[in-house]
């Protein structure tokens, strides 16, 4: 099978063809918002970082905003900077660009303000828009696809139908020469050992550990055990018996393929098949990572029904709760139901689940899109805020 | 036909209700190719588990084809597992981390 996409000057294809409005620091927000309501066909990724931050924490959030704009599904690229905070957005624009997509940059304290920062910003923009505009879809192999997979506002449905579901999908894109990426590392805790084992090197296998472990002591430095209480009473209520039961049904939806590499957050894997990038589980940041891994769809399983997208990547949201299917219709884009019916259903689903993949990377909107519904987004980091 | 419980993979030795299910009821199951149907010897509730055949004391509970843990007690076809015969080899709530 093929999907229709357009071709990007790095060799990737963008299944959408945003001009990208971005700001290097959390005080050039507004004005990249601003300049993304007025021009469109252009779309801001929001965030709260960069200043005032740790070394280490700074270094992460300029590797995030690179990859971000290296996103296949952004035409180009509009930095707006502030002028006076650490990142540097020279630097940001060279990485971009290393991809051969156009980027432009708007300073604010240099050109003379919120207005004519927002003036100028949009004629860059729109200019950018008008250039994008001109660029066709073709016809592509599924192999050029990479997925993210991420799963929020879990319930009982989601460990048993949803995510083993989508788990079946991103099989069938790996075997078809595709790649795939998942984090919430937070989420393995129990069945990292599992995860492990399917690493194609014991090098992988201990890096897979090794950011569970890692995690786990950050979370134990601020007094909070995370292993320690799960599964949860309400869990064990509801029939889960121990907590690597409670893991396998969320890491069930990154398949059973060998995993190929471990990346840290923000970075940009490279090859095909599967990978883990370390990010928290929490939407804001955890769909910003998917997005930076060079994702260009992202399929969201939930059981009690999450509302968000994602600025420039649709998020195709899958639950296997019919209740929640029917009463929030604007947050979810698919129901499957694994009980119904002859035949082996589970695989049914996951062949739904990848043709939905292919029709929306072809063009087919999500409900996120057409609400909109994608403003609420970060960069996760590690250190205080100074 | 509408199943009521799923086994959701062949290696698996245990079924999850996915309806309220009262003892003595016939519930048919799919384990890859193979169509079965089950009476239960016990009430079920939505979310539980119940065992597809003899798990001997001692030996692994499969589920997603993985052990999800270790049997306490020796279980019989078609019935509860839960915490009450089952152990987590990788860490519970009610032991410290030191422990297992």
């Known amino acids: 099978m093929s999907f229709l996409a357009y071709p990007r000057p790095d060799g990737s294809f963008g299944v959408r063809n945003y001009v990208g409005i971005i700001p290097t620091v959390a005080c050039a927000g507004d004005v990249a918002h601003w300049i993304s309501n007025q021009i469109r066909s252009s779309v801001a990724f929001l965030h709260q970082q960069g200043c005032c931050q740790t070394k280490s924490d700074l270094e992460l959030v300029t590797r995030t905003l690179i990859s971000l704009g290296r996103n296949p599904n952004l035409a180009s690229v509009l930095l707006v900077s502030l002028g006076c905070e650490s990142i540097s957005v020279d630097q940001v624009a060279e990485g971009i660009s290393q991809s051969g997509k156009p980027v432009e940059k708007v300073v604010i304290q240099k050109i003379g303000g919120v207005n004519p920062a927002l003036a100028e910003g949009s004629r860059l923009a729109r200019q950018l828009v008008v250039e994008a505009s001109a660029l066709r879809r073709s016809k592509v192999e599924e192999s050029e696809l990479r997925i993210g997979i991420k799963c929020g506002a879990s319930d009982t449905t989601s460990g048993l139908a949803s995510n083993p579901a989508i788990g079946g999908a991103v099989d069938l894109l790996i075997e078809k020469g595709g790649g795939a990426v998942f984090g919430e590392t937070t989420e393995s805790i129990g069945a990292e050992h599992i995860l492990a084992q399917r690493a194609v090197s014991p090098e992988v296998g201990r890096r897979i550990l090794e950011i569970v472990d890692r995690m786990e002591k950050r979370a134990m430095a601020m007094g909070t055990d995370m292993r320690g209480g799960q599964p949860t009473k309400g869990n064990i209520a509801g029939g889960l018996t121990t907590i690597e039961e409670k893991s396998l049904g969320a890491i069930a939806k990154g398949g059973t393929k060998p995993i190929q590499a471990v990346y840290e957050y923000g970075e940009s894997p490279q090859g095909k098949g599967l990978f883990i990038m370390d990010s928290p589980g929490r939407e804001p940041e955890a769909l910003t990572a998917l997005a930076a891994a060079g994702a260009q769809v992202i399929l969201f399983s939930t059981g009690l029904g999450a509302p968000q997208g994602f600025p420039f990547v649709p998020v195709i949201k899958i639950t296997a709760n019919p209740i929640t299917y029917q009463h929030l219709p604007d947050h979810i884009d698919l129901c499957i139901d694994i009980t119904s019916g002859a035949g082996h259903s589970l695989r049914k689903a996951s062949q739904t689940i990848y043709e939905e993949v292919l029709k929306t990377a072809s063009g087919k909107k999500t409900m996120a899109e057409t609400t909109g519904y994608f403003t609420a987004t970060d960069i996760y980091t590690t250190g205080p805020v100074i | ?100």
């Open chain 2, 1 to 100: 036909m509408r199943l009521e419980a799923v086994v959701l993979n062949a290696r698996d030795n245990v079924a999850t209700a996915v309806a309220n299910l009262g003892k003595g009821a016939k519930v048919e199951l799919r384990a890859g190719e193979k169509t079965f149907t089950v009476e239960l010897k016990a009430p079920i509730s939505l979310g539980h588990k119940f065992s597809l055949h003899h798990i001997d004391n001692g030996s692994a509970i499969i589920q997603y084809g993985e052990v999800i843990g270790i049997a306490t007690k020796s279980i019989k076809p078609e019935e509860h597992v839960h915490v009450h015969n089952v152990v987590s080899i990788r860490g519970r709530g009610n032991l410290s981390k030191e422990e297992v």
